[in-house]
T-cell receptor, first 113, second 107 residues
Framework: EAGVTQFPSHSVIEKGQTVTLRCDPI?????LYWYRRVMGKEIKFLLH????????ESGMPNNRFLAERTGGTYSTLKVQPAELEDSGVYFC???????????FGPGTRLTVL | DQQVKQNSPSLSVQEGRISILNCDYT??????FLWYKKYPAEGPTFLIS?????DKNEDGRFTVFLNKSAKHLSLHIVPSQPGDSAVYFC??????FGAGTRLTVKP
């Protein structure tokens, strides 16, 4: 069974540009989560999808971040325009049951210059 | 407002000895906790969990203890092995994670 995959693995962009991160969850997992880890700090929750619906987006830092999960399969996280403080590693995770163990992708390392 | 805290950024132990990783939380409504392990350049992987109806859960070399009155949990690894060297994250069921503790097990 394939795990959670994320693309790209690394992205280096300039301030003001747009970047779109993609996450493919484990097939059949309705729950999909986005997290961000900045400079070795805690893994911070961004948002949670159940199928195509945003269940909880309380962790989204501001309206420069837009997440979508059309069709309830893969998800994208767009940052537009990117700022320096957006740099970090963005993790995606999925789970079958809410609150149970989550399966994480390898992360996308975003560097904004 | 960090409701899950891991106050030790790093821990170093000798192979074969016990590793104890600590985690504190502030929200008494949290009723399920998970530990994840993370190797460099990889995403976290689930290790072990505990429900608030228990005070201990054991899986092989890994045991998690929960002290609800102190709002504290700990992960014990015994005996520690060099392959256990990783960053360990404590998380509450509502997807709040601690900052992680980097464990180094020396041969």
């Amino acid at each position: 069974e394939a795990g959670v995959t994320q693309f790209p693995s690394h992205s280096v962009i300039e301030k003001g540009q747009t970047v779109t991160l993609r996450c493919d969850p484990i097939s059949g997992h309705d729950n999909l989560y986005w997290y961000r880890r900045v400079m070795g700090k805690e893994i911070k929750f961004l948002l949670h999808f159940v199928k195509e619906s945003k269940q909880d987006e309380s962790g989204m830092p501001n309206n420069r971040f837009l997440a979508e999960r059309t069709g309830g399969t893969y998800s994208t996280l767009k940052v537009q325009p990117a700022e320096l403080e957006d740099s970090g590693v963005y993790f995606c995770a999925s789970s079958q049951v809410l609150g149970n163990e989550q399966f994480f992708g390898p992360g996308t390392r975003l560097t904004v210059l | 407002d960090q409701q899950v805290k891991q106050n030790s950024p790093s821990l170093s132990v000798q192979e074969g000895r016990i590793s104890i990783l600590n985690c504190d939380y502030t929200n008494s409504m949290f009723d399920y906790f998970l530990w994840y392990k993370k190797y460099p350049a990889e995403g976290p992987t689930f290790l072990i969990s505990i429900s608030s109806i228990k005070d201990k859960n054991e899986d092989g070399r890994f045991t998690v203890f929960l002290n609800k009155s102190a709002k504290h949990l700990s992960l014990h690894i015994v005996p520690s092995q060099p392959g256990d060297s990783a960053v360990y994250f404590c998380a509450a069921h509502d997807m709040r994670f601690g900052a992680g503790t980097r464990l180094t097990v020396k041969p």
